[in-house]
């Protein structure tokens, strides 16, 4: 039975997620451009685009091997596995002991998957890109963990039950601590993650492995058609659940409390809750951020993760260390 | 370790790619990121206009030199226009060389806030391309009012031109000047001098020595970037730019020191945009009553020229660089015997390339833009064997060769006998 309900669970969940990050998809595109003075596309774009990839013939390069063809599908596999440990507004459907180090370990697994894809297709821009994914991949996990682990200790040290897990945002609160040191720290580990998830979803000074002025969309160069779409796809969700861990960490509070509501229609007001709070996230991270900077040379998107996001990090760090072992105060 | 192994990855960018506008194609040797070598293909866009060119009259060909370049229209047909009045000795009107000084200035503006704009794209910061696309609206704008055309407005004519600038335009092209200085210039001086990202991406990239930039020839921005003070309209006292104060632009002014990298090359479009306002306002307020054109009908004009003999060379300084149009005549006949011209980009084209080498691969796209590339312009010739179809590439020394066979067929009477096996030609031995 509990399995049934997962099953279906998870399904209402992908159906809903595609939905709402293929609608921020077609939202951030005007926002970016009305902010750039322009009309921009409709707000179904990305569908239609979406629904005519899926329609198209997908050509396959001749030097290209099996994994070219495998590695759309497996990075869909992999973006829908990670949606059963998305926080959503409520704990994820499959919630375990460790369920935020599952959730880093196949978000990595979907850049991973890209890159396969790119190596197999023989293409040497797709080679480049594929190159510098793995590099950006390397250096911007690091501060995120750093501070990741870092939350997650201090709310332990308020008595949860099951330290590495997704559900402790939703038992406690970051900002509920209160103390001066844990608001400053906490204020600027919101930076580096507001940081890293504009590097996860590649826009703006990221965008280095897709740049399309230089390698032609990277590692995406040679794919067409279906294969394409399925990309398109998990990486649509891959913001969305980027998104939502941003989100769930910092920005963890729900409606249906305070309305009194409880049950299935507290589950879904939540979920559309926890929608426009990630639609936020996603605003000042990918839209603003977007249409503000340009790309950086990969030698200095490296060189600003180790030299400035990684002391940032380091330093929120510090805050919330001096602050549990109250070495001040 | 003896047996290094190098990992080199050879990548088109082109003929069809999208940091590129026109078809043109860079094999770029890779070392990871590094480039190790350039090599430059072109002929792409060949259309062979010269061939066309040899088949109409002196009047037509200026509307076929406008269709040369989507962009610099006029700076051709004026080029053109100045080489045939040169080869024929035609005086022109002192009203029209002050109006083709306006178009000219108001061309280099479109041009150069295009310019600015594709340099935004190739570093991936559309919102500047937009930007500055939506502010040269206003000057296309004011061209299509005095001409009748957003591009190809047909101001040249031989001996003068073809449309007068009237009250109404004059009060047009004023606005213009305030909307640019008020609301535009600002904001491109806030991007191009002191954004973080474009000053990241632009400073030292695709430098240019100044060293390169004389042995290669560069022109135009490209030269003037690096520190080379060549801009013809100051050189060569050209029509009646002495008048209205022109001196070339180098980075100097700007940000006080010469680096001639894309940077400095964007500052310089930034500095003559400034300028090319106040020439315009120049020339607006000095601009003498008259007639606008040297005949009265343009078949006039032929017949005068169907009497010309020898030949004449016409220079502008066209927003991308120096432009030089070469035509010589064929006495009783409408039809020149050769015409042919000289574009910037094709000297600017190998210095980049040549400065590109060490550096990293994301600067191509931003330093091919930086040089405004213009590769309609720049196709004049490709061989090609008709009966395999294959394409030949002709070295220095075939190129004299068929040269000195040509200037035998067109003067058997030359005793001289170069010899072009053991001696030098442009510091190359032969």
Redesign the interface.
């Known amino acids: 039975m509990k399995i049934l309900y997962v099953t279906v669970g998870l399904i209402a969940i992908y159906l809903y997620v595609s939905f709402a990050s293929l609608l921020w998809e077609g939202l951030d595109r005007k926002l970016v451009a009305r902010?750039?003075?322009?009309m921009g596309p409709p707000i179904l774009q990305p569908f239609y685009d979406f629904l005519k990839l899926v329609s198209k013939e997908s050509i396959i390069p001749r030097d290209a091997n099996k994994f070219f063809e495998i590695a759309p599908i497996l990075a869909l596999a992999a973006s829908i596995a990670l949606l059963a440990y998305t926080p959503l507004g409520f704990e994820p459907i499959l919630a375990t002991k460790g369920d935020v180090i599952v959730f880093i370990y196949l978000l990595t697994l979907i850049a991973f998957v890209r890159v396969i894809g790119a190596v197999s297709s023989g293409s040497?821009?797709a080679?480049?890109g594929a190159?510098r994914e793995i590099i950006m991949l390397a250096s911007r996990e690091v501060p995120m963990m750093l501070g990741l682990f870092t939350i997650l200790w201090r709310l332990s040290k308020l008595g949860v039950e099951k330290p590495f897990s997704v559900g402790t945002f939703y038992q406690y609160n970051i900002w509920e601590i209160g103390t001066p040191l844990t608001i400053v720290g906490t204020f600027v580990l919101l930076m580096v993650f507001l940081l890293w998830l504009a590097s996860e979803i590649e826009v703006?000074?990221f965008?280095?492995p897709e740049?399309?002025?230089?390698?032609?969309e990277g590692p995406m160069a040679e794919y067409s058609g279906r294969h394409l779409a399925l990309f398109k796809l998990s990486s649509a969700l891959k913001e969305f659940a980027s998104a939502s861990l941003v989100v769930a960490i910092f920005f963890p509070w729900g409606v249906s409390g305070y309305l009194g509501l409880s049950g299935v229609g507290a589950v879904i007001l939540d979920l559309v809750f926890h929608t426009l709070k990630a639609f936020a996230v996603l605003f000042v991270s990918m839209s603003i951020f977007r249409?503000?900077?340009?790309?950086?040379?990969?030698?200095?998107a490296v060189s600003m993760f180790w030299s400035r996001i990684l002391p940032m990090s380091l330093i929120g760090v510090v805050l919330l260390v001096i602050d549990v072992l109250g070495v001040i105060a | 370790m003896e047996n290094r192994v190098e990992y080199w990855v050879k990548i088109p960018i082109g003929p069809i790619h999208p940091a590129l506008e026109e078809p043109e194609k860079f094999i770029i040797t890779l070392d990871g990121e590094r480039i190790v070598n350039v090599d430059v293909k072109l002929g792409y866009n060949l259309r062979g206009l010269e061939w066309v060119g040899m088949r109409r009259n002196y009047i037509q060909i200026l509307y076929l030199a406008e269709r040369i370049c989507g962009i610099c229209s006029f700076s051709h047909n004026h080029t053109y226009a100045r080489a045939v009045e040169e080869m024929a000795g035609i005086e022109v009107p002192e009203r029209a060389e002050y109006i083709r000084a306006i178009i000219g200035e108001l061309e280099r503006i479109h041009s150069h806030l295009l310019n600015l704009g594709v340099a935004g794209h190739a570093i991936g910061y559309d919102t500047v391309l937009h930007l500055s696309w939506l502010a040269r609206e206003r000057v296309m704008d004011v061209l299509e009012a005095i001409g009748g055309n957003r591009v190809n407005y047909s101001i040249n004519t031989i001996g003068g031109v073809r449309r007068d600038i009237g009250e109404k335009h004059k009060r047009m092209i004023l606005d213009m000047i305030k909307y640019y200085r008020e609301e535009v210039m600002p904001k491109i001086e806030e991007i191009f001098l002191y954004d973080p990202t474009v000053e990241a991406r632009l400073r030292d990239a695709g430098v240019i020595p100044k060293r390169i930039a004389i042995e290669y020839s560069a022109q135009g921005p490209t030269a003037r970037g690096s520190g080379v003070e060549k801009d013809v309209r100051y050189n060569e006292h050209l029509g009646v730019y002495p008048d209205l104060g022109i001196k070339p632009i180098t980075p100097k002014e700007f940000t006080g020191i010469i680096k001639g990298d894309v940077f400095d090359r964007m500052v310089v479009r930034v500095g003559e945009l400034w300028q090319s306002m106040e020439l315009i306002e120049r020339a607006l307020d000095q601009m003498p009553e008259g007639k606008i054109k040297a005949f009265p009908k343009d078949n006039v004009a032929l017949v005068r020229l169907k009497k010309a003999e020898g030949e004449g060379i016409g220079r502008y300084e066209a927003p991308r660089g120096e432009l030089v149009h070469y035509v010589m005549a064929n006495p009783g006949s409408e039809i020149p015997e050769r015409w042919k011209m000289r574009e910037p980009t094709f000297p600017n084209l190998f210095a980049v390339a040549r400065a590109l080498v060490g550096e990293q691969l994301a600067d191509v796209p931003v330093a091919i833009a930086s040089i405004d590339p213009c590769l309609s312009c720049t196709d004049r010739v490709a061989v090609i064997d008709s009966k395999t179809g294959k394409k030949k590439i002709l070295t220095e020394k075939d190129l004299l060769k068929a040269s000195i066979e040509k200037t035998r067929e067109i003067n058997p009477n030359i005793k001289a006998k170069p010899e072009p096996i053991g001696g030098t030609c442009g510091g190359v031995r032969l």
Do not use: K
């Not at chain 1, 902010?35 to 322009?38: A, D, F, S, T």
């Not at chain 1, 249409?291 to 200095?300: D, E, S, V, W």
């Open positions: 902010m750039q003075r322009r040497p821009y080679q480049i190159q703006g000074y965008n280095i740049a399309e002025t230089e390698v032609a249409a503000i900077t340009g790309r950086l040379r990969i030698t200095q």
